[in-house]
């Protein structure tokens, strides 16, 4: 089916509606230029009916059966399977993703769907003692509410799914703004899967808009109780403080400058695999995308033309192409950035050992070293196939290389002991780091989130029942207390 034409449209309390705005968001194939659809922009006026009918129809869904919820979510998945090909069709139409990435992502959301359909069952009540005689204290982990979830281009299917379905089966309603160049993928796609899953109507809203037609009104508009943001940390910033201003929850999934390091004992083989795969998945268009790459001295020669050698090798162009592997950027916009970027840390003296042409929206990988230490390169995220690839001696240094960074998503170290690495793992300020891996990890059981200015609270496993529930103190006085007056 062409989901490009059919859920080109608001999806508001179970209905397909036309957006009452003067103007179109129009989506493209960010390889060919093709226009895939136009959506006319959602207004303030339908941000207030989707939060409204969210908030009509959380109450009777969060005193729904769990059991009955999880049968939905179940549903949802047996969708999604079906489905797989067609989904991962459209990711590529519209992310510019290549089919292996597109694979990765639709699998990562089943896997997610399938822990949400496990955690409609875990919120649990508990009893605790008191101190006073005859009491009992009942403590209840209820729904909070309704979600607002504004999600990501680079992997909107999974971004999107991550708070969708678990604040679904925790008995939430939910209102999802996708990003721009992902409307349906991100948004309107996962608003089907529910919809012939059989959720009820208004538990799933998306509105697909821009700030620049209704402001702040999806974080301000007083129903939503959490917000739950994925995107760059200039926005995340401006999304935490209107939020707590209002004192709503925030969810804050942002940017990185994740580092792999490269101890001198590490497999070096392994390692440039594993640098590569964190550097370049969906042309490096990943918040936890290793940035940097920092190798000890003593085997940079070796991993360098390693390296540079595997990167050289990676096929650009057209994501539909088996053999590709760097598709295009997603939109002229970042392609232009990223030329302009690498043009600048060149005149700066940096040296490039890859030197990526720029074909449309298609950047080919470069590898730039030699960075000055004060390189403002070596500080911000770079959305895109550019790696930045350094030297250090001694631990020591590494550490402070890998602290260096604003940010504190994601990372890896490489070593023969496994040990060695869990401490120097245990010195860096990130919310995750691996050992002996990519920095591009996700596990629906794990919490996943960041430190510093990559964010704040976490997602998956029992972060998200965390995230997407509140608790309620009830006690009960068995017999007469005696007052104090």
Do not use: C
């Not at 508001?12 to 009452?20: N, Y």
């Not at 999304?239 to 969810?251: E, P």
């Not at 370049?280 to 085997?299: E, K």
């Not at 604003?406 to 919310?431: C, M, N, W």
Request: hydrophobic share 45%.
């Amino acid at each position: 089916m062409s989901y490009f034409h059919a859920l080109a449209h608001q999806y508001i309390d179970g209905e397909w509606l036309t957006g009452s705005g003067s103007w179109d968001i129009i989506d493209f194939n960010p390889y060919n230029g093709e226009k895939l659809g136009s959506i006319t922009v959602a207004t303030a006026l339908e941000v207030d009916r989707a939060y409204r009918a969210a908030e009509r129809a959380q109450q009777q869904w969060a005193a729904t059966n769990p059991y009955e919820r999880r049968a939905v979510l179940e549903r949802a998945l047996r969708i999604t399977e079906e489905r797989t090909e067609e989904i991962v069709e459209a990711i590529i139409d519209e992310l510019g993703g290549t089919r292996i990435r597109a694979e990765y992502e639709v699998r990562s959301g089943r896997e997610f769907l399938s822990e949400a359909i496990r955690q409609a069952l875990r919120p649990t009540g508990r009893l605790l003692p008191s101190v006073t005689d005859g009491k009992e204290n009942r403590l209840y982990r209820l729904p909070i509410g309704v979600i607002g979830v504004i999600s990501a281009f680079n992997f909107p299917f999974l971004v999107t799914m991550k708070s969708v379905a678990p604040a679904l089966a925790l008995g939430n309603a939910v209102v999802v703004k996708p990003h721009q160049n992902a409307p349906i993928v991100g948004g309107a796609l996962i608003a089907r899967i529910f919809e012939d899953a059989g959720l009820p109507a208004g538990l799933l809203n998306v509105v697909v808009t821009d700030s620049a037609e209704i402001g702040d009104a999806f974080i301000t508009h007083p129903v939503p109780k959490v917000i739950s943001f994925t995107g760059s940390d200039r926005t995340g910033r401006h999304v935490a403080a209107t939020a707590a201003g209002l004192f709503k929850r925030t969810i804050l999934e942002l940017s990185g400058n994740s580092a792999l390091v490269v101890l001198e004992d590490a497999d070096v083989e392994y390692a440039v695999q594993a640098a590569v795969f964190s550097r370049f998945l969906y042309q490096g268009q990943v918040s936890m995308a290793a940035n940097r790459i920092l190798v000890d001295r003593r085997v940079a020669a070796e991993f360098t033309g390693r390296f540079t050698a595997e990167v050289a090798a990676l096929k650009a162009g057209d994501p539909r192409d088996p053999e590709t592997r760097i598709g295009p950027v997603i939109n002229t916009f970042q392609a232009d950035a990223l030329a302009a970027m690498v043009e600048e840390a060149v005149a700066d003296g940096a040296t490039a050992l890859v030197r990526g042409r720029i074909r449309g929206n298609v950047v080919e990988p470069t590898v730039l070293t030699g960075l000055a230490d004060d390189s403002p390169l070596l500080a911000q995220e770079i959305f895109g196939p550019v790696a930045l690839l350094m030297t250090f001696d001694g631990e020591e240094e590494a550490v402070r290389l890998v602290n260096s960074s604003p940010y504190g998503l994601s990372g890896a170290v490489h070593t023969a002991d496994a040990e060695r690495g869990v401490r120097f793992a245990q010195r860096i300020v990130s919310g995750m780091f691996h050992v002996n891996d990519s920095t591009v990890q996700d596990d629906p059981l794990v919490a996943f989130g960041g430190e510093k200015m990559s964010g704040t609270g976490r997602l998956n496993g029992e972060a998200v029942v965390e995230a997407f529930t509140t608790q309620k103190w009830m006690s009960i006085q068995h017999g007469r207390t005696v007052f104090p007056l």
